[in-house]
């Protein structure tokens, strides 16, 4: 994920110095942008991100990561979608979001948004992601018998 004591050299020039951006500042941007399209439920992080949360840190970034050159910036996103909305149209307004707050406010191009559906939320509450679905639906296998080894 983005690291916030991490700066991009040389971003943009002007004529009384250079414009850096912290790579926090653009993944924020990113997120607020995304939370606020229809549809999106929320956004999902890692592992680092649930800890922060466990801890009591409100962590505006929460799956968010982006790259940063100096005139371009990628961002990745990973979200979870309300069950009922047309999953595609949804990924389409988040990246058409994001691509815009982060241009209009920084000026950096966007080449690229890649939107990660990590979940759907039936209810506020109630999130069911896609591997915890196919754990319920699976029955419990036998334990295969133990083979002897091949070789010697």
Do not use: R
């Given at each position: 994920m983005s690291d916030n004591?991490?700066?991009?050299?040389?971003?943009?020039k002007s004529e009384g110095g250079r414009?850096?951006?912290?790579?926090d500042v653009i993944a924020t941007i990113a997120a607020l942008a995304a939370a606020d399209v229809k549809g999106v439920a929320g956004m999902s992080g890692g592992m680092v991100e649930g800890?922060?949360?466990?801890?009591g840190r409100k962590n505006l970034t929460k799956g968010v990561k982006v790259e940063v050159g100096t005139e371009e910036v990628a961002v990745d996103v990973s979200v979870i979608i309300q069950y009922g909305f047309r999953i595609q149209d949804v990924c389409a307004e988040?990246?058409?979001a994001i691509r815009n707050a982060v241009e209009t406010m920084t000026g950096l191009r966007v080449v690229e948004v890649?939107?990660?559906v990590q979940a759907i939320s039936f209810e506020a509450t109630e999130v069911v992601t896609v591997e915890?679905?196919?754990k319920?639906?699976?029955p419990e296998k036998e334990p295969k018998p133990v083979e002897p080894p091949r070789v010697k």
């Open positions: 004591n991490e700066f991009v050299p040389d971003m943009k414009i850096v951006f912290a790579t800890l922060t949360e466990m801890l988040i990246q058409k890649n939107v990660f915890a679905k196919q319920k639906e699976k």
